[in-house]
């Protein structure tokens, strides 16, 4: 398989955020009203000659614009760059059995899967509105358009009772999916339901915004390797610095 295939993508992947109870759209059209009306203010304080004002307002407008701007990179290019560099550092054989947690609609569990050849990526959630028109349907279709649909099986399931054996897949991925969970037992749970179904020498690989520190020291604390927490980059900062993605990394003890 060439290298430029498995870091193009064709599927439709939506936009990462939270639209429980405001739409993608009305988010987007308050943003652009607020920044607008900034912007406007900023014109009539200089034309007033209150430059103080214009400037303060001028640069709050700009920043609007700027964090939207950052945040639908980050969504729409810069998650998969990053996570085609964290793929290939897994140097995955392509006979593994990989397993995304929250897999949405597909961005890492396709990308996985085009590093496979005899193995399989499986993807679970609960497909809520915690990306744009997240669906199973979605994410097959995606699938389809990726030509990874032979590899792949998608499953409704929580990722806190997750409906696999203990020790059954090789390599398990997360992208900002574990922090959507309300509460810290529900996170450790899900970090605890991936320790078990990993097998002894499998490697897990969790980018996420918060919390990721707790769950490094947990991962040392349990005698697992190789356990690393680092910044994946600007790439993946959703909206600016202050809402950056960090990556942990470790190999389960054999």
Same mark, same amino acid.
């Given at each position: 398989?060439?290298?430029?295939?498995?870091?193009?993508?064709?599927?439709?992947?939506?936009?990462?955020?939270?639209?429980?109870?405001?739409?993608?759209?009305?988010?987007?059209?308050?943003?652009?009203?607020?920044?607008?009306?900034?912007?406007?203010?900023?014109?009539?304080?200089?034309?007033? /000659?209150?430059?103080?004002?214009?400037?303060?307002?001028?640069?709050?407008?700009? /920043?609007?614009?700027?964090?939207?701007?950052?945040?639908?990179?980050?969504?729409?290019?810069?998650?998969?760059?990053? @996570?085609?560099?964290?793929?290939?550092?897994?140097?995955?054989? /392509?006979?593994?059995?990989?397993?995304?947690?929250?897999?949405?609609?597909?961005?890492?569990?396709?990308?996985?899967?085009?590093?496979?050849?005899?193995?399989?990526?499986?993807?679970?959630?609960? @497909?809520?509105?915690?990306?744009?028109?997240?669906? *199973?349907?979605?994410?097959?279709?995606?699938?389809?358009?990726?030509?990874?649909?032979?590899?792949?099986?998608?499953?409704?399931?929580?990722?806190?009772?997750? *409906?696999?054996?203990?020790?059954?897949?090789?390599?398990?991925? !997360? !992208?900002?999916?574990?922090?959507?969970?309300?509460?810290?037992?529900?996170?450790?749970?899900?970090?605890?339901?991936?320790?078990?179904?990993?097998?002894?020498?499998?490697?897990?690989?969790?980018?996420?915004?918060?919390?990721?520190?707790?769950?490094?020291?947990?991962?040392?604390?349990?005698? @697992?390797?190789?356990?690393?927490?680092?910044?994946?980059? @600007?790439?993946?900062?959703?909206? /600016?610095?202050?809402? !950056?993605?960090?990556?942990?990394?470790?190999?389960?003890?054999?």
């Amino acid at each position: 398989m060439a290298h430029a295939t498995v870091r193009e993508h064709k599927g439709d992947y939506g936009i990462d955020g939270s639209f429980h109870t405001v739409s993608a759209r009305r988010q987007a059209i308050g943003i652009a009203t607020q920044a607008a009306a900034l912007a406007v203010w900023s014109a009539i304080s200089l034309a007033r /000659g209150k430059r103080l004002t214009a400037a303060l307002t001028g640069a709050s407008s700009l /920043g609007i614009v700027s964090s939207a701007a950052l945040y639908i990179y980050a969504t729409k290019a810069g998650k998969f760059e990053v @996570w085609n560099r964290i793929l290939d550092d897994l140097k995955l054989h /392509g006979d593994e059995t990989v397993l995304d947690m929250g897999c949405g609609r597909g961005a890492v569990l396709l990308a996985a899967a085009k590093r496979l050849s005899t193995g399989r990526a499986i993807g679970v959630d609960l @497909w809520q509105a915690d990306q744009t028109d997240n669906s *199973p349907s979605a994410t097959l279709a995606n699938a389809k358009l990726e030509n990874v649909a032979d590899r792949i099986e998608v499953h409704t399931a929580d990722m806190t009772a997750l *409906p696999f054996d203990d020790n059954s897949v090789d390599v398990i991925v !997360s !992208s900002l999916a574990i922090h959507n969970i309300p509460t810290h037992t529900g996170r450790r749970s899900a970090l605890t339901e991936a320790m078990r179904v990993l097998r002894p020498g499998g490697r897990l690989a969790i980018a996420d915004l918060w919390e990721t520190r707790r769950h490094a020291d947990h991962l040392r604390e349990r005698g @697992w390797r190789n356990v690393q927490r680092k910044s994946v980059g @600007w790439r993946m900062w959703y909206g /600016g610095p202050w809402v !950056s993605t960090r990556l942990v990394t470790a190999t389960k003890p054999g």
